[in-house]
């Protein structure tokens, strides 16, 4: 999946709340085993790394991973437009 569908695949999922908008206060990386990617709905192969976090406080936490990648195109995607 090339950039540009991926960066529209997550503007559509941050905009119907599929993908949380708020920062990470910790993530952490390791080797994935073919976990799917909750950007591109891809799966994440074996030997490749995979980006994991928690987002949201309380009963409103939820866990993501991501391909690399995906990780920083939803990072920059989140973020409020620049002035």
Known sequence: MDHDS???LIRQK???DRLPQDSMPR???GRADGDICDACELA???GEYVIEG???FG?????VQFHVQCFALWDKERQ????
């Open 27 to 29: 993530i952490w990386g």
């Open 6 to 8: 991926v960066r529209h």
């Open 54 to 56: 928690v987002s949201g």
């Open 59 to 63: 009963s409103d936490k939820r866990a």
């Open 80 to 83: 409020p437009p620049a002035r």
């Open 14 to 16: 941050l905009a119907d």
């Open 44 to 46: 994440i192969p074996g």
